[in-house]
């Protein structure tokens, strides 16, 4: 058996843990430039404000039902997953861990599997204050289906096990095949056309027939909600294929110069990515578009790919034509000496001339919280009384 387990709304329980005084209240978490919302709290989402909502849209209806609002705070929610997962690491044979806030868990020899479940969101809450949900069955696309149901269903009390097979076909027969994990939108407009509306419907499909309509992992996921096993858990995090940096401008912007110097700041910080990663790439593409929320305006939206010469896949390599072999490396030394500067003396100290002056293209975070976990002089304070 595998086990998914899935924190709840992550980023919104980070915040709650410090500000106890919001436990049960409405609590919604922004993204970078406090854009969009990215976390709600089920009383958020029960307002009916979907994920990735812009806030200025929804700003006068958060505030008319007193929602705590947060800007993201990536430093506190990475320390507290890490430390979320380091306790999971300690309690079971061996974990994968799948994002910031899931991580599947091998159950290979465990005896009493429920117990152990429950202990571990218990020990979980305990410890870090971080309300979890658990689904439990034979493969990783069936516990995904089992941790949707966990989540949503108050009678399975946060952890569901899809133990017997008439048990999985209920909870298929229940869930739409858009929910199914890897099934996009693209090819659930494709199943949907065919009849295939529900996970019951694709697990009864040919699984050689979805490999030729359409590929390898649509063979799998048919497989999987089969309870044949196809992924299996991986001890390694794999190497990341792509690495961005998005944001929404906090301020329209129509001069060229002012585009070019905010295009030159991102890459700078997606160099600075690439380097705690220690990943190279070979293609850098540049994308843009105007608001989509704002349809009244005039729409446009275009991306432009480079090749670089000098480095291909995961490892650098020079090109034919290279003039000097020590100048990669010289170069190596320079960032890490500018990475070194800007981490103690604070992002931005030093930059490149073609960021623009004084980097003012800094995220704007109006509700950021203190950095109460990776900070000596922000640790919280309790006094007893």
Known sequence: MIALLDANNFFVSC?????????????????????????????????????????????????????????????????????????????????????????????????????????????????????????????????????????????????????????????????????????????????????????????RVDPRCMRQNFNVVGERIVRELNGVSCLELEDIEALKKSTQVTRSFSKTITELDELRSTIATYATRLGQKLREQGLVTKNVMVCIRTSKFRASDPQYANSHTMVLPSFVGQEGQLDLFSRHVEEPFQSEKLWEALDLVNKRYGRGTVFSAACGKGLTWKDQKKHLSQPYTTSWHHLPLVFAK
């Open 15 to 203: 915040e709650r843990v410090f500000r106890p005084d919001l436990m049960n209240k409405p609590v919604a978490v922004l993204s970078n430039n406090d854009g969009c919302l990215i976390s709600r709290s089920n009383e958020v989402k029960a307002l009916g404000v979907p994920m990735g909502a812009p806030y200025f849209k929804y700003k006068e209806i958060l505030k008319d039902h007193n929602v705590a609002i947060f800007s993201s705070h990536f430093t506190l929610y990475g320390d507290m997953s890490g430390r979320m997962m380091d306790l999971i690491d300690s309690l079971v044979p061996r974990i994968e861990v799948y994002s910031i806030d899931e991580a599947f868990i091998d159950l290979s020899g465990v005896r009493d599997i429920e117990a152990l479940c429950n202990h571990i969101r218990n020990l979980i809450w305990r410890s870090l204050g971080i309300p979890t949900s658990i689904g439990i069955a034979k493969t990783k696309t069936l516990a995904k289906v089992a941790n949707h149901y966990a989540k949503r269903v108050p009678a399975f009390k946060s952890i569901c096990y899809l133990k017997e097979d008439p048990r999985v076909d209920q909870a298929l027969k229940l869930l739409s095949v858009g929910e199914v994990w890897g099934i996009g939108r693209q090819i659930t407009k494709k199943l949907e056309g065919q009849g295939i509306l529900t996970a019951y419907d694709l697990k």
